[in-house]
């Protein structure tokens, strides 16, 4: 064998285990394809659950359903198009959708509907009121204090 040809099976040796690396750390295409769906429903849940908090500070109760507080797109899976489950207690509510991937990951994992299984999950959450319905009540992020 020449110095060529071994210099290329080296190159190519190299390159297929850089390959193999970057899918084995990173996943699949398909794979990142349902992790950034995945995120696209957790940022969809989390537009919902602040206008359903919204909906109780200004109105004192939350909605009969989502299409009173959201457009229909808004609403819907961006994937599949079916509807997120929405019920309601009070001012207690649960928010579920269907997740392609686990989401208990990464810097984003603490925000809210980031962490999840695979799968039909639910989020039950509350609207708690701190104010008169109609008056909005402005807190610190993260302290639970009042802004005066």
């Known amino acids: 064998m020449t ?22 750390i990173n996943g699949t295409p398909g794979y990142q394809r349902m992790r950034a769906q995945d995120e696209r429903r957790a940022g969809l849940l989390m ?3 602040t206008r359903l908090e ?33 019920t309601h207690k009070g001012t207690d509510y649960r928010l579920c959708a269907v997740f392609a991937t686990s989401g208990d990951v990464g810097p984003a994992a603490e925000l809210p509907f980031r962490q999840h299984a695979a799968g039909h999950v639910c989020f039950d959450r509350s609207a708690n009121v701190t104010a008169e319905p109609g008056v909005a009540k402005a807190f610190y992020l993260g302290t639970g204090r009042a802004v005066p």
Not at 3 to 24: E, H, N, Y
Not at 62 to 75: D, F, K, N, Q, T
């Open 54 to 86: 919204a909906q109780v500070a200004r109105y004192g109760k939350l909605p009969e359903s989502l299409a009173e507080i959201a457009v229909e797109s808004e609403r819907l899976d961006p994937v599949t198009k079916a509807p997120f489950d929405y």
């Open 3 to 24: 110095g060529r040809g071994a210099l290329a099976i080296a190159v190519s040796v190299v390159m297929l285990a850089a390959v193999a690396a970057g899918l084995w």
């Open 47 to 49: 537009g919902l659950a």
